[in-house]
């Protein structure tokens, strides 16, 4: 008896984003180690348990994969991208990251609508919620360099923004959990 409910495709699908977030976790594990050997001790922490959220994220898709029947396939993660070259150039990256695995998380949305696998959109409604948290953690991380100098920052702002982030959350706050009390 066949008890796969997912489809080849979306199996497929599903199995590329785990190491697409896989890759994620390498890539804040890269240059969270580029930060700590910049002195950058603050960023740096902020970067490795970002990784380690990466690393969360791929197990929701894996275990998601096995409860659903189908068949988990562990792949080589793609190599990380060349280091920062400056605190502003790291934080762009960060960006451009989020965004391309936003894009990818949306992609998986769609095929599973046209699917009409609600199971699997319902399991992807996390992800969406989630890449709107990191586009805002990313952006908020991008006003805080820009305030400070962007390029051109000071060894001061830097000072401080690393600190900063040593104990910055690890979630930013999304707009479904504000309301008028409560910015
Ligand atoms: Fe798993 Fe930063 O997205």
């Not at 992800?127 to 953690?137: D, I, S």
Request: include cysteine.
């Amino acid at each position: 008896m066949n008890t796969n409910r997912l489809s080849k495709t979306l199996a497929a699908a599903l199995n590329a984003q785990m190491t697409k977030e896989a890759h994620a976790s390498q890539i804040y594990l890269s240059y969270a180690a580029w930060a700590d050997k910049e002195g950058f001790g603050g960023i740096a922490n902020f970067l490795f348990r970002h990784a380690q959220e990466e690393r969360n994220h791929m197990m929701k898709l894996l275990e998601y994969i096995l409860k659903r029947g189908a068949e988990v396939k562990v792949t080589a993660i793609p190599a990380p991208p060349e280091n920062p070259v400056s605190v502003n150039n790291c934080f762009e990256k960060v960006f451009e990251h989020e965004v391309d695995n936003t894009k990818a998380v949306y992609k998986l949305v769609k095929m599973s609508l046209d699917e009409e696998d609600w199971a699997t959109w319902n399991f992807m409604q996390w992800f969406v919620k989630e890449q709107t948290e990191e586009e805002t953690l990313a952006m908020n991380l991008l006003d805080k360099i820009k305030i400070a100098g962007g390029e051109k920052v000071s060894s001061n702002s830097l000072y401080s923004l690393d600190r900063d982030l040593e104990t910055t959350p690890d979630d930013a706050k999304a707009a479904q959990d504000v309301t008028a009390d409560n910015p």
